[in-house]
């Protein structure tokens, strides 16, 4: 009996004779600046580093505009890496030292940076599909961890790109990934105290600042603010050396995060009004990082009255509560900065040093230096029968220890009719919204404001109603001044 035969399509049988493609292999040195643009797609990558105990590996990366809906600022893109931990703990600390086989990955947020330039620090964000959570446990010697994360990077003069992480117990590991030229440039200024040293490396003044106009009569200044961390806690030599005795002990450098640096780093014109930056126009993170191996940090932007007498560059400090950080208060490390402003401090009420009347509240005493009425003040009007009153006052803190201060439901107004009289908006020169609550530093240094009413044109006579931290008073205001 004769078999059937087997037909192959001509399609399929071409295919078969055809020598099959080679895989592509995953390149493994870092790339150079000019080869930037093979990232417009995957590509696969094979950069790795390692210390006693966890393996750190670059499996892949690429550059996208968008990530989980979110666009980064102008000028910058997202870059997600592939990433693999392996835990490869060593025989001698799990018996030697008795350290456990399971590793904890902590917060990747906190642990795993991206260097841009030599110059720039990206925190870590996780995808939606990272496939990784901010952190985790390798449970036993061999377990490994892979998944995705993203950073935003400049796409303009990219020249050096790196991966650090820094963990509790082992060594830093560092991860070339562009070997280029990183930005070197020496500090205009500098100080440090125990725990980080922080440097002013450019200022600059603009009218426009990434397609945002600054607010009518202020400008924007953009300070190149880089840190190091000074910062080490003590573990056994022999997780970082393995030819360290095994009661040695040795220092672990740790990243220094500056920690309620949103509300405590200020430009601070003429030691009366504390101005925050806008996070989302600069680079510096939030809460910056300083790295122990690197002088890096960002572009942090501030607006600035186009009128002062004097400009500084302040950092507040909080209590820092960690391991090997001794508990107690820092004095603020102070730049000034030479701005070449004008100099005519003639802003009615505002800039006035006469004192009206005083309150002694303690330890924050308040002091009233204008009352006046307005037609008109930022985005206010008086209405029909209204008028708009300004009260421009100062705190000050006579403590030892600075503080974050609510104004506005401390400052209500009551008139003859026995009506209260919330204020609209509290506002600092430019004039420019007061974000509250607002840091009152330690040492006496005074912080104005000035308070906006809308009260009725018919009144005569207004008492203000003070609620303070130790003492509340009611007392009969001045005439205002027209």
Partial sequence: MTQPRTIIPWLALACLLLPMAPAAQPISEPLGPDQLAELERHQSLALSDCNRAISLHVTGARLQDGLDGESPADGDRWLVLDLRFDNWMPADLLFGLNYPE???IASLERQLYLLANGARINRATLPADSGMTDEFVLPHVGASASGQVAYRVPTDGLQALSLHYYHDEYAPLRVSLVDGEATASDALDSAENDLMRIGIHDVSLHEQWRGEAAPEGMQWVAVDLRGTSLWTIEADARALDVSADLDARAEVPKVMEYMEASGLLQLVVD????????????????????????????????PVPE?????????HFPQFRATDIPQRNREPIRFTLDLALESDRSTEGMASTEVLLEIADEPTPFQLHDLRE?????????????????????????????????????????????????????????????????WLPAGGEARRFTAVYRIDAATETLTL???????SEVVELPTPAR
């Fill in 102 to 104: 399971p590793i904890l």
């Fill in 271 to 302: 030691q009366q009004h504390g101005y925050l930056r806008r996070n989302d126009l600069g680079t510096l993170p939030a809460d910056p990082p300083w790295l122990p191996d690197a002088t890096a940090g960002g572009l942090a932007v501030f």
């Fill in 307 to 315: 009128q002062a007498d004097q400009v500084e560059l302040v950092a």
């Fill in 374 to 438: 307005a037609e008109t003040f930022a985005t206010h009007s008086a209405e029909p029968d209204t008028q708009l009153l300004l009260l421009t006052g100062s705190l000050r803190n006579e403590s030892d220890t600075g503080g974050m201060m609510p104004i506005s439901n401390r400052l209500t107004l009551v008139d003859a009719d026995e009506q209260t009289i919330e204020p609209l908006a509290v506002y600092q020169p430019g004039p420019l919204a007061l974000e509250e609550p607002f």
């Fill in 465 to 471: 109603d003070y609620t303070g931290v130790s003492h």
